[in-house]
C-alpha cells in the first residue's frame, strides 16, 4: 500500500511513505521509521513486500536466502566448516601447515564440523568456544575470518564484539634453580647436554638440536648458525661453561644427532616427562624464552660472517642465565648478569 499520507493498517506490519522525494518504511507497531534509499515506485513497492513477507513467513526466510545465493555459489548449499578447514591448509607450508592439522583435531570443533555455514548461528559458535580451549577461540576466529572474507559467508556468525577475548596463561622464563631441577632428574647424557646448550644460548629447541660441530669457530669463540623459523643468520659468543659442553659433543656433523630428525612435537614431549617431577609454580618456556633487548651491541669482527649476533637478554630481565652471552646493552653499558651473582 503506497499513501501519500501515512496510514496505519493492520494488514500489514510495514507501511510506505514518501517524504521529499524519498520512500520510506515504517513499522506500526513501534512506529521507527527507515529510509528505503530509493526515489523509484517500484523498487520501494518491492522492499516493502519482502519485509512484510518475511514476516509473515519467517521459516521461509533463510531457504529463500539459500536459493538467491547458490545461483552466486553453487557450492554454498553443501559447505560445511570441515571443508572450510580442509582449504585452509592447502593454502599453507612447512610447520605451519602441520601445526592447522593439528589444530582443526580439536574435539570442540566437533560440534560445527560438519554443520552448512549459511546454518551456524551464534550461540553454536559460543557453544563451541566454551566447550574448548584459547586455542580454540584463537583457530576458529580465523577460521571464522576466512569464510567471510572468502565470501562463503554473506554476514558473520559472530560480531567482533562478541567473541570472547583471548586470555593465555601467565608465561615466564626458567630460573636456575629449576634449571638445576632439570639437570637433576635427566639422566641422559646427551639430553643433559642439550638442556645445557638452551640455558646458555637461549634459542629454539629446533635451532639448538640442529647445530653441527662446523657452526662452531674455537678461535673467534663463536657459534653461528641459521635460524630455522626465519632463515636469518644469528651469531653468538661462547663462554668457558659453555665451551665445556660443547667439548663433550661429536666434533663432526649434529652437535645432537639423536635430537637433530626428530618431529619438534615429539622434542617437546620428550621434555615434559623430566619436567613433570620440577616443582614450578607457573608455565614456563624452556626454550625461546628469554626477552630479546632491541639495543645490543654486536661483538666480535662480523665482516667476515656477514652475519649478526643473536641478541641476548637485556639488564632488565630477571631469573636468566645470561652468563655465556657476552653481549653489553646499550642503555646500561654492562654485560647481564648472572642471577646467582
Given amino acids: 500500500m503506497i499513501q501519500n499520507n501515512k496510514t ?37 513497492q518491492r522492499l516493502l513486500n519482502a519485509k512484510n513477507e518475511a514476516l509473515r513467513q519467517p521459516a521461509m526466510n533463510l531457504q529463500i536466502a539459500q536459493v538467491y545465493l547458490h545461483h552466486s555459489d553453487p557450492a554454498l548449499a553443501s559447505r560445511t566448516w570441515q571443508k572450510v578447514m580442509e582449504h585452509i591448509i592447502t593454502t599453507k ?19 560445527i564440523r560438519h554443520r552448512r555455514l549459511l546454518e551456524s548461528t551464534g550461540e553454536q559458535f559460543l557453544t563451541v568456544l566454551h566447550t574448548g580451549t584459547v586455542a580454540t577461540n584463537l583457530y576458529l576466529r580465523r577460521i571464522h575470518h576466512y569464510a567471510v572474507t572468502m565470501h562463503w559467508l554473506p554476514w558473520p556468525v559472530l560480531s567482533k564484539l562478541h567473541w570472547p577475548p583471548l586470555v593465555y596463561q601467565a608465561k615466564r622464563a626458567i630460573t636456575l634453580d629449576e634449571h ?10 646427551v639430553r643433559r647436554a642439550f638442556y645445557e646448550i638452551l640455558w646458555h644460548f637461549g634459542g629454539s629447541q629446533t635451532d639448538m638440536a640442529r647445530l653441527t660441530a662446523e657452526d662452531i669457530d674455537w678461535q673467534r669463540q663463536t657459534i653461528a648458525y641459521r635460524r630455522h623459523k626465519s632463515g636469518t643468520m644469528a651469531v653468538q659468543a661462547i663462554g668457558a661453561e659453555v665451551a665445556a659442553v660443547l667439548r663433550t659433543l661429536p666434533q663432526a656433523g649434529y652437535l645432537f644427532p639423536t635430537l637433530a630428525d626428530i618431529s619438534p612435537s615429539y ?75
Fill in 93 to 111: 607450508h612447512g610447520s605451519t601447515q602441520a601445526r592447522w592439522r593439528s589444530a582443526i583435531k580439536d574435539k570442540a570443533f566437533d560440534l
Fill in 267 to 341: 622434542r617437546g614431549h620428550a621434555f615434559v616427562s623430566p619436567h613433570q617431577t620440577v616443582e614450578v609454580e607457573t608455565p614456563i618456556f624452556f626454550a625461546d624464552f628469554t626477552p630479546q633487548c632491541d639495543e645490543q651491541a654486536i661483538i666480535g669482527d662480523t665482516t667476515d660472517f656477514g652475519r649478526f649476533l643473536q641478541p641476548a637478554p637485556c639488564h632488565a630481565v630477571t631469573n636468566v642465565c645470561s652468563r655465556d652471552v657476552a653481549l653489553k646493552c646499550r642503555r646500561c653499558k654492562k654485560v647481564p648478569l648472572h642471577p646467582c651473582q
Fill in 180 to 189: 638445576w631441577q632439570l639437570l637433576a632428574v635427566e639422566r641422559s647424557p
Fill in 8 to 44: 496505519r493498517t493492520m494488514k500489514h506490519q510495514f507501511i510506505l511513505f514518501q517524504r521529499a522525494g524519498i520512500f520510506y518504511c515504517e513499522d506500526t507497531g513501534t512506529g521507527k521509521q527507515t529510509s528505503l534509499r530509493t526515489r523509484d515506485r517500484d523498487q520501494a
